[in-house]
């Protein structure tokens, strides 16, 4: 089966062939970093997570095979230098704490990062940019106007492809000069601003001035990766006239396809409405993280990125606080089950069982069940990362799992192997963090063991102080088991821990 993407361009699913072998180009816009980022922006750079860890999953048996993924910092544009103005600030001074605040947040989401970051405000981008300008004049897609650049979108007869705008009517020569405009005027937009006062600037052939917004994005893509790229992705609200633009820059300097296929995720909502301060339902991931639900513990970041994660990036995302718990009770199956594994491996089913082994995985005969459901879920996302068939087959991955614990079934350490193996996969591909703990320390193994025994033996007095002594002093957590089933242990790590 091939991977098909829906393309924006198309309107459709199309199979999806990569340009070179072995290698994907990917550009993603990224922030401009004149604020935190909020969730609607997470949920698009969690959906661009999905689509890096997937490709890589997809193509993981290509030798050093590798998702080449650009993404830019908009630290030039005019939202960061309004906001350095008001600070009074310098304007790289401003945004290098909204910078190192969005790559945090990226970290906290578990969010792999990209290849390559470029900054639109680095002299080596300017005079890249400046290139692309002089040649787009050069072949008379663009005009100087009172020393700044405009680009002429008539020169374009494609213009309005992606968004799929008519735009014949408002091309009548009218010019913007802000980055972000109406969503229905077809005007020339602005490549190079002739500089104001109050504004950082650079020396052009035209003057002192600096880029407009759109540029950085077909200047970076270009150099960073190659004139036409595999995927281009953002969220839905950058199509027009973002994506549009780049589009005409591009392939106005280069008579060749920009990018072949364009994807973008839907932005969310928030308790059914769109985020505005003004209706108090609009969170940053920090507003997120610093608040307590109702049993009073903090919203755990793994959960906020599951909920994030767990509706397909074109579908409309409704997110509550109610799935915000839902999210929290998958990741918490997703512990359970994973701790249960390294803890019977940890007690001596055999000691190394905590190590992975792709090889167990794929050969032991108990374990074709998961490998069933892992089919299944992998195809689920070549069709355009189908995530709720994926995630129902993970969840019945775990469900064949815990069947095999209560009493009889005898579970061997090659089994135990695979399942670890499976773990790191899944982790591979959602970026959950499930399987970051690797072994259970040898201290909490004789504790629990000792408690085992005492259960055994009915001694549950003694049995229940050891367990308050593992709670206390060792970062790790009993849980009993079924009956039939041993405890087993699990390290404090989420925040409902
Ligand atoms: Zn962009």
């Given at each position: 089966?091939?991977?098909?993407?829906?393309?924006?361009?198309?309107?459709?699913?199309?199979?999806?062939?990569?340009?070179?072998?072995?290698?994907?180009?990917?550009?993603?816009?990224?922030?401009?970093?004149?604020?935190?980022?909020h969730?609607?922006?997470?949920?698009?750079?969690?959906?661009?997570?999905?689509l890096?860890?997937?490709?890589e999953?997809?193509?993981?048996?290509?030798?050093d095979?590798?998702?080449?993924?650009?993404?830019?910092?908009?630290?030039?544009d005019?939202?960061?230098?309004?906001?350095?103005?008001r600070?009074?600030?310098?304007?790289?001074?401003y945004?290098?704490?909204?910078e190192?605040?969005?790559?945090?947040?990226?970290?906290?989401?578990?969010?792999?990062?990209?290849?390559?970051?470029?900054?639109?405000?680095d002299?080596?981008?300017?005079?890249s940019?400046?290139?692309?300008?002089?040649?787009?004049?050069?072949?008379?897609?663009?005009?100087?106007?009172?020393?700044?650049?405009?680009?002429?979108?008539?020169?374009?007869?494609?213009?309005?492809?992606?968004?799929?705008k008519?735009?014949?009517?408002?091309?009548?020569?009218?010019r913007v000069?802000?980055?972000?405009?109406?969503?229905?005027?077809?005007?020339?937009?602005?490549?190079?601003?002739?500089?104001?006062?109050?504004?950082?600037?650079?020396d052009?052939?035209?003057?002192?001035?600096?880029?407009?917004?759109?540029?950085e994005?077909?200047?970076?893509?270009?150099?960073?990766?190659?004139?036409?790229?595999?995927?281009?992705?953002?969220?839905?609200?950058?199509?027009?006239?973002?994506?549009?633009?780049?589009?005409?820059?591009?392939?106005?300097?280069?008579?060749k396809?920009?990018?072949?296929?364009?994807?973008?995720?839907?932005?969310?909502?928030?308790?059914?409405?769109?985020?505005?301060?003004?209706k108090?339902?609009?969170?940053?991931?920090?507003?997120?993280?610093?608040?307590?639900?109702?049993?009073?513990?903090?919203?755990?970041?793994?959960?906020?990125?599951?909920?994030?994660?767990?509706?397909?990036?074109?579908?409309?995302?409704?997110?509550?606080?109610?799935?915000?718990?839902?999210?929290?009770?998958?990741?918490?199956?997703?512990?359970?089950?994973?701790?249960?594994?390294?803890?019977?491996?940890?007690?001596?089913?055999?000691r190394?069982?905590?190590?992975?082994?792709?090889?167990?995985?794929?050969?032991?005969?108990?374990?074709?069940?998961?490998?069933?459901?892992?089919?299944?879920?992998?195809?689920?996302?070549?069709?355009d990362?189908?995530?709720?068939?994926?995630?129902?087959?993970?969840?019945?991955?775990?469900?064949?799992?815990?069947?095999?614990?209560?009493?009889?079934?005898?579970?061997?350490?090659s089994?135990?192997?695979?399942?670890?193996?499976?773990?790191?996969?899944?982790?591979?591909l959602?970026?959950?963090?499930?399987?970051?703990?690797?072994?259970?320390?040898?201290?909490?193994?004789?504790?629990?063991?000792?408690?085992?025994?005492?259960?055994?033996?009915?001694?549950?007095?003694?049995?229940?102080?050891?367990?308050?002594?593992?709670?206390?002093?060792?970062?790790?957590?009993?849980?009993?088991?079924?009956?039939?089933?041993?405890?087993?242990?699990?390290?404090?790590?989420?925040?409902?821990?």
């Open positions: 089966m091939n991977i098909q993407f829906h393309n924006t361009l198309s309107g459709k699913k199309e199979d999806f062939q990569p340009i070179r072998a072995g290698e994907i180009l990917m550009y993603t816009c990224g922030p401009t970093v004149y604020d935190y980022a969730i609607g922006n997470f949920r698009t750079f969690v959906f661009e997570d999905l890096h860890r997937f490709l999953f997809h193509f993981r048996e290509i030798k095979f590798k998702v080449n993924h650009v993404m830019n910092i908009t630290d030039v005019d939202k960061t230098i309004a906001g350095a103005n600070d009074g600030i310098p304007l790289a001074q945004t290098k704490k909204y190192d605040a969005f790559i945090e947040d990226l970290k906290t989401l578990n969010i792999k990062l990209p290849t390559v970051m470029p900054h639109a405000a002299e080596k981008e300017i005079q940019m400046i290139q692309l300008v002089a040649k787009l004049i050069g072949n008379n897609h663009a005009y100087v106007k009172e020393g700044s650049v405009y680009f002429r979108i008539s020169e374009f007869k494609n213009y309005g492809k992606l968004s799929k008519d735009l014949a009517q408002n091309i009548t020569g009218a000069d802000v980055d972000e405009y109406d969503k229905e005027v077809g005007a020339d937009f602005v490549l190079w601003k002739a500089t104001k006062e109050g504004e950082p600037s650079w052009s052939p035209w003057g002192k001035g600096r880029p407009g917004w759109h540029l994005c077909s200047s970076m893509s270009m150099k960073h990766l190659a004139e036409t790229i595999d995927i281009h992705a953002g969220g839905e609200d950058l199509i027009f006239p973002h994506h549009e633009n780049e589009i005409a820059q591009s392939e106005a300097a280069t008579g396809p920009f990018v072949k296929y364009w994807l973008h995720a839907k932005h969310l909502l928030v308790n059914g409405e769109k985020m505005s301060k003004s108090g339902n609009f969170f940053t991931l920090r507003d997120l993280l610093a608040k307590k639900d109702k049993s009073g513990k903090f919203y755990d970041k793994m959960a906020i990125k599951y909920a994030l994660l767990s509706t397909h990036y074109r579908t409309q995302l409704n997110f509550t606080f109610e799935l915000l718990e839902e999210a929290k009770e998958n990741i918490k199956k997703l512990d359970d089950c994973y701790f249960k594994c390294l803890s019977v491996a940890a007690l001596g089913v055999e190394e069982a905590n190590v992975a082994s792709k090889k167990d995985f794929e050969n032991h005969p108990k374990l074709s069940g998961l490998r069933e459901y892992t089919t299944k879920m992998a195809e689920a996302l070549q069709d990362l189908n995530i709720s068939v994926a995630l129902a087959n993970l969840f019945e991955v775990l469900r064949e799992i815990n069947s095999w614990f209560p009493g009889s079934i005898a579970i061997d350490g089994q135990l192997r695979g399942v670890i193996f499976f773990f790191k996969l899944i982790d591979d959602f970026g959950l963090d499930v399987s970051v703990i690797n072994s259970v320390p040898e201290r909490v193994i004789e504790m629990l063991m000792k408690i085992i025994e005492f259960r055994r033996k009915k001694e549950f007095g003694p049995a229940d102080q050891i367990r308050k002594q593992i709670n206390d002093e060792t970062g790790w957590l009993v849980k009993d088991g079924r009956p039939g089933e041993p405890s087993t242990v699990k390290k404090k790590r989420r925040t409902w821990d």
